[in-house]
Nanobody
Framework: QVQLVESGGGLVQAGGSLRLSCAASGRFFAITDMDWYRQAPGKQRDLVASITRGGSIQYADSVKGRFTISRDFAKNWVYLQMNSLRPEDTGVYYC????????????WGQGTQVTVSS
């Protein structure tokens, strides 16, 4: 019922910035959580940042002070501002949304590649 479309990935040098966007569309009663996950080559997909419908925010330790997650509740968009990027930030970034549409469900975006060169 919820489709997620991501944009904003690309190739940047270390120390640069990128802004990722994720747009949610479809039929649902309410989106509760919107998250960003990252999967590096050969590694497990890990949570980077999360924001709830109440505005509570959590970050992975590796991105605290550098990344900022925000949400437009009216538009059902979530953003990830990434500053001071490091090579270890390289990976595929996925948007996730949990929502009520009947049963409580979740949807994942297709992923967007972020590559940080040294």
């Amino acid at each position: 019922q919820v489709q997620l479309v991501e944009s904003g990935g690309g190739l940047v040098q270390a120390g640069g910035s990128l802004r990722l966007s994720c747009a949610a569309s479809g039929r649902f009663f309410a989106i509760t959580d919107m998250d960003w996950y990252r999967q590096a080559p050969g590694k497990q997909r890990d949570l980077v940042a999360s924001i709830t419908r109440g505005g509570s925010i959590q970050y992975a330790d590796s991105v605290k002070g550098r990344f900022t997650i925000s949400r437009d509740f009216a538009k059902n968009w979530v953003y990830l501002q990434m500053n001071s990027l490091r090579p270890e930030d390289t990976g595929v970034y996925y948007c996730r949304a949990a929502y009520y549409g009947g049963p409580y469900s979740e949807s994942w975006g297709q992923g967007t590649q972020v590559t940080v060169s040294s």
